[in-house]
């Protein structure tokens, strides 16, 4: 028996840990469902955006279009997320899921009919663009809350998180890959079939869902009495308000990327659709090493520093695609601000699952996603505006910059959020009290 004969079987035992580290969420049922179920939706929800996009890239060739529509579809998350949070904590979450995918089905449906029957228009684009904003607005806080009842053992609620952001990550790099190809051969509303097509893997799963009976919500206040109670809490308690903050910043700042870059694939790297796929497919690459990264963790401790560092990265990753006009450095400059960028949202979300309390979950995570698409509409909206003033790589440098300084002062306040954290990491098990 050789030397290499005695080192392959230690080789192998590790990987066999580290895999089964990376993917400890599956053991749970209902957590395999909603995982499975989510990635075919996911995949299908970014063929939509990409096929989105495009169509009106294609009928309008405005980039104030762009933003108008990005604003619209998201704006209704800033309005009602708030109101969702307060519903996810009184009422089942199943039920709520299945309703608002339901409706997401109909939206997409409704879509794929407009445009395959040539009747099309961009005031019908804003319209169904809403809709599925008002059923987002709702969706996403219930479905992000909900993560919680999927996983027994609380340890592995990082890992369960950091799996969810792969599931985006990875329809991130295949959808719109698939959606330049796709709309070449099927057009934009064969795109939008597949993805009405797609709910249905995500509504069996979570029909098939197995629970045990949950007690009933006790005391019946006043939405507003118990919105205000939530704000206080979120924005009273600094790590959460800092998490809340930054997440603003880059939504508003940094994420307006995604609609200007038609305007990338076609004027500036001179391409087709299959270029929006490609440098879309790019920065999911991006995101889904992250998420790699960050399901191979052990603990939520050390990812304050990720969180600054990341945020800094996607600044850097932007700016640098901004200035590129070769598809090849685009490509990389995409990946670095989509690792960037799903390691804040990922990294975010974890820590503020972990220190915030069951009874106001729903709600917290509604003003996650108020600071993470509800704002993002106002800078979809002021990129367009902007970048049909100053050019859209102007736009992008400008917001990289802000995203590289909110990095640098999320930093400074480390030291700070560690010593309000550390009694309820303490009382969770994940720091030793000395």
Known sequence: MTERDHIKP????????????????????????????????????????VAMSWLIYRLTGSAWLLGVVGFVSQIPAFLLAPFAGVLADRWNKRNLLLCTQTLALFQAAALACLVLTGTIQIWQIMVLAFLLGIINAFDIPVRHSFLVELVENRNDLGNAIALNSSIITSARLIGPTAAGVLIAFIGEGGCFIINSVSYLAVLVAIASMRFNPQKAWEEERHVLHELREGFHYAYGFTPIKSILFLMMLISFAGMPYVVLMPIFARNVLHGDAHTLGFLMGAAGFGALVSTIRLASRKSVLGLGRVIALAAGLFGIGIASFALSQDMALSMIFLSLAGYGSMSVISSCNTILQTIVDDDKRGRVMSFYTMSFMGTTPFGNLLAGLVADKIGPQNTL??????????????????????????????????????
């Open 397 to 434: 440098i400008l917001g990289g910059v802000a995203c590289l300084v909110g990095g640098i002062l999320f930093a400074r306040q480390l030291p700070a959020m560690r010593e309000k954290v550390r009694p309820i990491y303490a009382r969770l098990g994940i720091i030793s009290v000395q």
């Open 10 to 49: 230690g080789v192998s035992q590790r990987t066999i840990a580290r895999m089964q580290l990376m993917l400890r969420a599956l053991q749970y049922r209902n957590y395999r469902l909603f995982f499975t179920g989510q990635t075919i939706s996911m995949i299908g929800t970014w063929m939509q955006m």
